[in-house]
């Protein structure tokens, strides 16, 4: 299974603001451990970065290939239901830096919010109810035969290598980029007129997991 989690430059639906991922966005993350979700639930898990899900970045966004387990029932429901195109959407789970984080807004029209820099990313996730509709999956034939999809072009290289985050990671000095972790310093740099459009985000993002968990149930 493949597809764009992100697209770059395509404009989100409305989260009460328009928000957009810059190219490049990702670079610092394509080696986080990553989850490959169905709706962003936790309990329904179909790959994980450095396992079977691979993570690129190149001129369209942020491209994964996720080598389904033929011998795991959800897997193949996942598959199926794919290639049916009863999903053909994706998402993702992040944190951005604050600071780089750029804020218009138009007359009349709603804010802009322009992510240049994702510090944190925790899922990647099929959907039924994205928040980019540019988004994409598709099924590459057989479950097995996906297992030998071809690397994508122009592929932007991450900041580290595999290597080099490993030894960070033995070094105490990767981080975790949680909200309840952020720097008190860089929360305290955050405008009340930030602090209610990430507010607005969360509630926004909050009822799309929700509808998605909600649809979910109601399908099992």
């Given at each position: 299974?493949?597809?764009?989690?992100?697209?770059?430059n395509?404009?989100?639906?409305?989260?009460?603001f328009?928000?957009?991922?810059a190219?490049?966005?990702?670079r610092?993350?394509?080696?986080?451990?990553?989850?490959?979700?169905?709706?962003?639930?936790?309990?329904?898990?179909?790959?994980r970065?450095?396992?079977?899900?691979?993570?690129?970045?190149?001129?369209?966004?942020?491209?994964?290939?996720?080598?389904?387990?033929?011998?795991?029932?959800?897997?193949?429901?996942?598959?199926?239901?794919?290639?049916?195109?009863?999903?053909?959407?994706c998402?993702f789970?992040?944190f951005?830096?604050?600071?780089?984080?750029?804020?218009?807004?138009?007359?009349?029209?709603?804010?802009?919010?322009?992510?240049?820099?994702?510090?944190?990313?925790?899922?990647?996730?099929?959907?039924?109810?994205?928040?980019?509709?540019?988004?994409?999956?598709?099924?590459?034939?057989?479950?097995?035969?996906?297992?030998?999809?071809?690397?994508?072009q122009?592929?932007?290289e991450?900041?580290?290598?595999?290597?080099?985050w490993?030894?960070?990671?033995?070094?105490?000095?990767?981080r975790?980029?949680?909200?309840?972790?952020?720097?008190?310093?860089?929360?305290?740099r955050?405008t009340?007129?930030?602090?209610?459009?990430m507010?607005?985000?969360l509630?926004?993002?909050?009822?799309?997991?929700?509808?998605?968990?909600?649809?979910?149930?109601?399908?099992n």
């Open positions: 299974m493949s597809g764009y989690a992100s697209v770059s395509s404009d989100s639906e409305n989260l009460g328009i928000e957009q991922i190219r490049g966005a990702f610092n993350v394509l080696h986080d451990d990553v989850r490959f979700l169905i709706n962003h639930n936790s309990d329904l898990i179909l790959g970065n450095g396992v079977n899900l691979r993570l690129y970045e190149d001129a369209t966004g942020l491209l994964f290939y996720v080598d389904l387990r033929p011998d795991n029932s959800l897997a193949r429901d996942a598959h199926d239901n794919v290639e049916a195109g009863f999903w053909t959407q998402s789970a992040f951005s830096n604050f600071e780089t984080d750029e804020w218009f807004y138009p007359s009349g029209k709603l804010p802009r919010r322009i992510i240049h820099d994702v510090t944190g990313l925790f899922d990647c996730s099929i959907v039924s109810y994205p928040a980019y509709s540019a988004t994409s999956v598709q099924a590459i034939g057989s479950m097995k035969r996906s297992q030998t999809a071809p690397l994508p122009q592929v932007v991450p900041a580290q290598t595999y290597e080099e490993l030894s960070d990671l033995e070094e105490g000095e990767y975790q980029f949680r909200l309840d972790r952020m720097d008190a310093k860089l929360a305290s955050i009340p007129e930030r602090k209610r459009a507010d607005v985000r509630r926004k993002a909050t009822r799309i997991i929700n509808r998605n968990t909600t649809a979910e149930s109601l399908n």
